[in-house]
C-alpha cells in the first residue's frame, strides 16, 4: 500500500508543531519527497522513514521554505556513503537556480558525489514526472510569485488519486489537476497575492468535486487565523480537515 506523509504544514513561518509545508509518498519500491525544508534528515527519522529509500525529489519551486533543506540533505546523504543516484525533478526556472546554489557551495568539487540526474519538466499541464511500480505523478503549473507546479498523484494498486496545490491562487489549473481525486491538498494561507483563503480552498475542492479536502501551508503559532475548517466548509460540503505534521494518508 501506497502512503502519503506530511512532514511539515505550515506556510514560511514554521513553528515546534508544524515544519515548513513538504511531503513524503512512499511506494514499495520508490520514496519521493515533495519539497524539502529544514533538515531532511532529522524530519525522516522523526517520521520513521529510512533516507536510504528515497529514489526521487520535485522540487515545486524555489521559494526558500521549498527547496532549504536540499543543500544539506545531498551533503548529508554524500557523507553517509550514498552511491545510487538521486531523479530531481522541477521546472528549468526551479532547477536552474538549484544547479546555481549548489554551485556556489562547490559541490562539483566534492569527491565521489553520487550521481544526482536533473528532469527539466516543460510548464504545461498534466505534465508526466514520474511513472513508478506504485504511482503516476504528474505536475501542472500554477499561480504564485514565480513559476511553481502542483502535482497529481495517482496510485495504480487502489485506483485512488490525491492532488496537492501548491502555493497558488485559486486557479482553474489547479481544478483539473485535482477533478475528481480522492484528496485534495490545497494551500490555505489566506487571500493575497499568489496564495488562497481556506473558503478558496473550499471553492476549489467543490468545483474539482473531491472527494475529502485537507488544508496546507496555513499560518500557524501566534499567526494563526481563525477557524480554517469552518471557513472551508462554506464553500464545500465534503469532508474538511487541517493536515497536520506527521499525518499519513493511505492509499
Ligand atoms: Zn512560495
Known amino acids: 500500500m501506497s502512503k502519503v506523509i506530511v512532514l511539515g504544514s505550515s506556510n514560511a513561518i514554521p ?47 524555489f521559494h526558500p521554505d521549498h527547496v532549504s533543506g536540499l543543500p544539506l540533505l545531498l551533503m548529508d546523504m554524500w557523507l553517509m556513503g550514498r552511491k545510487k543516484p538521486l531523479n530531481i525533478y522541477g521546472l528549468h526556472y526551479t532547477l536552474d537556480r538549484i544547479e546555481g546554489m549548489m554551485g556556489l557551495y562547490n ?42 507546479i502542483g502535482l497529481r498523484i495517482e496510485f495504480k494498486d487502489s485506483k485512488k488519486a490525491m492532488a496537492y496545490s501548491c502555493d497558488t491562487s485559486p486557479c482553474e489549473e489547479v481544478v483539473r489537476l485535482s477533478d475528481g481525486v480522492d484528496v485534495l491538498l490545497h494551500e490555505a494561507t489566506g487571500d493575497e497575492w499568489g496564495h488562497s483563503s481556506a473558503k478558496q480552498a473550499g471553492e476549489i475542492a467543490k468545483k474539482a468535486e ?26 464545500f460540503s465534503g469532508e474538511v480537515a487541517l493536515a497536520r505534521d506527521f499525518m499519513a494518508l493511505e492509499f
Open 107 to 148: 559541490w562539483s568539487e566534492w569527491p565521489d558525489f553520487f550521481p544526482v540526474d536533473f528532469y527539466r519538466l516543460p510548464s504545461s499541464e498534466m505534465t508526466p514526472v514520474l511513472d513508478c511500480p506504485d504511482f503516476k505523478v504528474y505536475a501542472s503549473p500554477v499561480h504564485h510569485m514565480i513559476p511553481n
Open 15 to 61: 513553528t515546534k508543531e508544524s515544519e515548513n509545508t513538504h511531503l513524503a509518498v512512499m511506494g514499495s519500491t520508490c520514496m519521493l519527497l515533495v519539497d524539502l525544508a529544514s533538515n531532511p534528515i532529522l524530519r525522516l527519522e522523526q517520521a520513521g522513514l529510512d533516507i536510504n529509500d528515497l529514489t526521487d525529489v520535485v522540487i515545486t519551486h
Open 210 to 235: 473531491v472527494g475529502k479536502l485537507y488544508l496546507i501551508h496555513y499560518s500557524t503559532g501566534k499567526y494563526a487565523q481563525g477557524d480554517l475548517v469552518a471557513e472551508a466548509c462554506t464553500a
